[in-house]
């Protein structure tokens, strides 16, 4: 037989199984693991052999989760952390030292903004922010000192797009890092290893969960930075816990299943939404109208579960059609069975001063639809419904 597709390997990989040959594989909640002797701990720490020895450096359920995540990435190696932000955290830490500087896409995740503004700083890890509209704004940023390029694609919440080809092979021959958050779009929608991205983050909490249960995250990449990333993680503490892992695992067997629906039905609602009188601007990376829709339909299988757009009339507005909403639910996730609606200007990205929100496309009455699984026929009710009254 071949070797299995990545949508196959994401189903059949498994951990280990106990005495009682389950086929569904069990929550190995246990902190720690025993030794055969002296001689197999002392091997074990030394890394001469694999194995478990505690669950803050690897554990059969986190183990599984990360190799599935590989399967599906492409990538050579992993490791899983509490949350996204642990993740992104961490692949920054592991890699980069005192003097190092990054440039970075100035459409970045408001914690991801946070980190590079105030905390790096304080390292000695300076940023310069590029325009995601122009890949030659990231050139043009690069210093001797610089050690990463770090963007999200699509980006959270503004959804713009960079070429991930363009940005691989200006990294590499600038000999620097490509760092990419695939929070967005999934392994399953886009793979940026690919495309020469040597590290991939991802917020598991979103899609991979789907069902908005647990927090979760993972960094992926070449064996050799993962190993860096790792020993940052096995001494600092962000590990993911089993339980998480065994919840995530089994979110991942159906992740490419429910990508195609939430992508349906999140192109139904786009078109819904481009040819409503109410709404000033929709952007989806699926509809011909964005700005980089063919860089985006050459990266990505489809256009996410995700569109944001701008009712008519300003923040009143805005404001106005969420209060007017029966089903979706206003929350700040993404990435669930349920359709949800978010405001950032006064929520995700209250934090940033109004020019910053505005240099990444956040107007005041933008807002954020994560489209859900329900019928799409009933996501557009209410979303029309609602619109009527804004
Ligand atoms: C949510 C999110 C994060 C952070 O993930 P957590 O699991 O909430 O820590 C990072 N990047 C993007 C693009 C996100 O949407």
């Given at each position: 037989m071949t070797d299995p597709r990545p949508d196959t390997a994401n189903i059949r990989i498994q951990a280990e199984r106990s005495l009682h040959n389950e086929h569904s594989v069990p929550l190995f909640l246990t902190s720690s693991f025993v030794f055969d002797d002296a001689e197999h701990m002392r091997a074990l720490f030394a890394e001469e052999m694999d194995g478990n020895i505690y669950s803050r450096f690897s554990n059969p359920n986190t183990t599984e989760f990360i190799d599935k995540m590989c399967a599906l990435e492409g990538t050579e190696a992993g490791y899983a952390t509490a949350t996204g932000m642990a993740a992104i955290f961490a692949s920054i830490m592991g890699l980069l030292k005192s003097g190092d500087h990054i440039v970075a896409s100035r459409a970045v995740f408001g914690s991801t903004h946070a980190l590079l503004t105030q905390y790096l700083p304080r390292w000695g890890i300076t940023h310069t922010y590029a325009d995601m509209a122009d890949v030659s704004t990231f050139e043009a940023a690069i210093r001797e000192n610089t050690r990463m390029i770090l963007v999200e694609t699509?980006?959270?919440?503004?959804?713009d797009v960079v070429s991930l080809a363009e940005l691989g092979a200006l990294a590499k021959r600038k000999g620097v890092l490509l760092n990419v958050d695939n929070c967005f779009a999934t392994p399953y929608l886009q793979r940026p290893a690919d495309f020469g991205a040597d590290i991939i983050t991802h917020s598991a909490t979103k899609w991979i969960d789907g069902q908005g249960r647990v927090l979760g995250g993972v960094v992926l990449g070449r064996a050799d930075l993962i190993r860096e990333i790792f020993l940052f993680c096995r001494n600092t503490g962000p590990s993911m816990s089993p339980f998480n892992a065994w919840v995530l695992s089994k979110s991942l067997e159906t992740l490419p299943v429910r990508m195609d629906r939430h992508c349906a039905n999140a192109l139904e609602v786009a078109r819904f939404l481009e040819g409503h009188p109410n709404v000033e601007m929709v952007k989806y990376?699926?509809?011909?109208?964005?700005?980089a829709h063919s860089i985006a339909m050459q990266q990505m299988k489809a256009g996410g579960g995700l569109v944001a757009f701008t009712v008519q009339g300003g923040v009143e507005a805005g404001k106005r059609f969420m209060n007017a909403l029966r089903m979706a639910s206003i929350s700040a996730n993404i990435g669930d069975t349920r359709t949800i609606v978010t405001h950032p200007s006064s929520s995700t990205h209250s934090k940033l001063t109004e020019e910053a929100r505005l240099a990444v496309g956040i107007t005041p009455g933008l807002v954020r639809v994560s489209v859900g699984l329900e019928d799409v026929r009933d996501i557009i009710a209410d979303l029309d419904q609602a619109l009527r009254q804004s």
């Open positions: 699509p980006s959270n919440p503004g959804l990376p699926g509809l011909p109208s964005h700005p």
